[in-house]
């Protein structure tokens, strides 16, 4: 009897714990916490070690090629290193990152749409992907950043816009589907420089210089050319990319709401096959065309994008209801997607008691280029079958994301795919089937460790 | 019996002027510039809040929202956002702590100001990146950190002049 005196005495202890640190679990950043001290005390040195893990659970209940459901995820392990802190090298940052990349994504196989339902799609692998040296000059004022980079940390970026899981929200399709490769962006980082000059407080500027194409000369799928991220090219093409950006406050009643305007332009100086015409400046669906495109020299384009906060509960942060709007142009004649324009809004704390929950209404539109939607016409002039004419895709999604813990969210989701794969021609199998527009419904997990 | 005599007057003098020197010297805190995630006036509650809670003792902030005159015994806040080119990385979903080094916070520059009996006595200033708004533990602890060294027991304030005449 007396034994069990220390042992219920124990269990009372534990069961009193037990509240205590579920509490501090759902309370501290990361899931594994301060590792007994070691996290802060590295972090203290100027170096911060994490990882993280996205997974998605998508399907599409109706339209698309067919229904099905898919589940892919991406596992994130990361070092950013303050070389000030840690070494005495001041204005310096290392940092590096790799992915493991597994599942399958519910667009190629289902959907088939141009632009993933889920931004973390990609080839199963386990790959570098960002490994850079910063250093920044006159009190922070100047950074110039290079090593093997990614375009998509710092170019074409929508604060309001980061919430979507459809991938039209992050990279957009005028890079994503028209440069070598996909550009320089998730999942293939590149070699490349980028300067940043601030201004003034309220004007940063930014260029950068890559590599332009991340993946090895090659046919086929261009992550299985580089199946690790480590083949570093540095010769070929160049991607040229600049940006302008203003922040502004703007007055409404008696609140002045901060706002981000940026425009920009890139330069590629690849070699870009024509969309429609031979060598011959005969059309590609002609049977008398040799079958090789007109070769253009070079690609370019612009965009402007638009982030303003409309609405905030609480004055002293910047959370509240935010409105984006990206739109970009490149010329049709070498392009698959010459127009692309996406927007919508993004409403933090939209629930009493939930300050950190996010919920969203996006829409995205790629308009197919004049010279493809030109060729899916002279391909049912030429085969006398009709196929349906390119015109665009276009993406609506509604995004609830719940913060569970600072380390966990959850996020449910909606998406309606208009015109899946834009109903592009394809030389080598017409068919007069075409994706419809398909539903697609489903959940995202991330955790942060 | 006499030295209990003398020594009632003298406690009681003591304490009188202990009682004196505790009395704290109120300050009213202004501010030229709006700190990031506030707006313009309620900085300056912010300020004086946050300077009350530093742990300076012998001072009561009260904020002064553009007073007509500038009162004798005061603080001023004068704050500037700095050009700021930190750069950024791409995140899926929001990671705490993963922006620290990058981006989404503000260099700020803060020069504070000591005015008592209407004359200038001396001044601190500092630079720290913040992300701004009440919440944020980086700016509260640059405040924090501003007003010990302007005000706190080896503060630049107590490190000009000790002598009773120039205090208030």
Redesign the interface.
Known sequence: MTASRPALALAAMLAAACPARAADLFQQ??LTGDWLGARTALEDRGI?L?A?E?FDALANPAGGRRQGAAFEG?FEV?A?I?LDAALGWRGG?L?ANAYQIHGRGLSADDVGNLLTVG??GATPATRLF?LWL?Q?FF?????V?AGQI?A???FF?SQFA?LFINSAF?WPSILGINLPSGGPA?PLATPGIRL??????AL?V?TGLFNGDPAPAGSGDPQRRDPDGTSLRADGDALWISELAYSAGVRMG???LPGSYKIGAWYHSGRFADRRLDSMRLSLADPASGGAPFIHGGDFGGYVIADQLLWRR?????RGLGMFLRMGGAPGDRNLIDFHVDGGLSLAGPLPGRDQDMIGLGVSYESVGGAERDLSRDQARFSGIAVPRADFESALELSY?A?IA??W?V?PDAQLILHPGARMADLDTPSPAAPGDALVLGV?T?V?F | MRSYRLAAPICAFLLSVQGLAAAPTALSVEADGALP???AG?SIS?LASRMGAAGVTGWTFTPAFAPDTPPPNRIEWRIE??????????????????Q???GTH??LTARVMLFLGGQYQTLVYG?ALVQ????DKALAGFVDDLTRQLLGEKGAYRAIDMSPAKRP
């Open positions: 950043e990361t911060l994490g993280d996205i991406r990361f950013n303050d940052i940092h931004n973390i960002g910063q920044s009190h922070d004022a100047v950074s950043r990614a998509d940390d710092e970026v980061a992050g998730y940043r000059v601030a201004l003034s407080p940063v930014t008696d609140d002045v609480d004055p002293s942060g910047d994301q913060l600072p380390w969210l996020q995202r991330a942060s | 995630g506030f707006r309620e912010f956002l700095d050009p700021y080119a930190g750069g950024n990385v791409r995140q899926f979903f929001p990671m705490p702590g993963v620290r080094m990058f503000h260099l630079e701004g708004g009440a919440e």
